[in-house]
C-alpha cells in the first residue's frame, strides 16, 4: 500500500504529529482533526515508557508538551496516564493524554487508506522500540501502510536489514552514525526528507537521481508549499494543513478541468 506513493504525480499531504498548529501534537485529537480535514498520511513519533510501552511522543522528556518533568523513559504508562498532554497548549485542551501506539492504532481503524510515518526517536532503546513497533503495527495489519523514520542511521539500517520495511532518512548532515558510499546509509533508504531550511534543487537532485523518493517537511505558508511543489516534491508533512490542503483542492481541481476538456 505504501508503494503507491512511488511515481506519483499527486499532491500527498502528511500531518506532521497530527494537526500540529491547531491541536497539541501526537495527541489523539491532534490525529483525528487532521484525518477528518483529510490528510492522505499522518507522521508521529514513539519511544518507550519505563515499563516498555510503545508511547507517542515527541520529546526525550515531557517537560515541553505536559505538565510534568523529567525523561518519558523513567516513567511507567500509568505514570504517563496521569499527566495532562494539551494545556500547555492552551487551556481548552487541558486533560488530553499522551497516547499510546496501540490507542492509536485502534483510532486508525476507521482511516483503512491513511498512510502512515513511523518515526522511532533516537535513543538507547530505540532498536527495542523498533521491535516493538514493528510487532504491534503488524498484529493490526497495518505494516503495509507504514514507512519507518529515524534520525540515527544505524537504527534505520536496522529497520531495513531485519524487517525490510520502507525507509525514510534525511540528509547526511542531520543524521547520527550515517555512513557515506553507495553502499552506506543510502541503500537503506527508500525515501528522504528534507526541512524547508535544506531544500534547494540543486541538492536534492543527487537523490532522485540515486533513486530516492524526495520529500520535505514543515512547508507551512502558501510560498513554502508552492516552492516545495515547484522543486518536484510530491510528499509534504506538515505542521499547518490549511496551505497543503488548498494547494492539493487546486491542483485536483486543474486535473479534473483538463481531463473534461481532452
Known sequence: ????????????????????SAYPENTLLSFYMALELGVQMIEFDLRLSKDKCLMVIHDETVDRTTNGMGR???????????????GWFSPTFEGLKI????????LLSSYPDVLLNVEIK?????KEAVDAAVALLGEYGYLSRCVFTCFDAEVLGYIHDRYHMKTQGFPARLMS???????GTISKMWAVAFSMKLLFPEDIEPYREAGKLVWCYCPDTEEEVQFSWDCGIKLMTVNDLLPAMRLRSQLNESAMLGSLKE
Not at 497516547?99 to 485502534?106: A, G, S
Not at 533516537?122 to 530505540?126: K, P
Not at 552514525?177 to 553502499?183: A, F, L, R
Request: net charge negative; charged share 30%; with cysteine.
Open 122 to 126: 533516537s535513543s538507547e532503546d530505540a
Open 177 to 183: 552514525n550515517y555512513v557515506h558510499g553507495e553502499e
Open 99 to 106: 497516547p499510546t501506539l496501540d490507542e492509536l492504532c485502534e
Open 72 to 86: 518519558v523513559r523513567d516513567y511507567t504508562l500509568a505514570e504517563l496516564k496521569q499527566l495532562d498532554a494539551g
Open 1 to 20: 500500500m505504501i508503494e503507491q506513493l512511488e511515481g506519483q504525480s499527486t499532491l500527498t499531504i502528511a500531518g506532521h504529529r497530527g494537526w500540529k
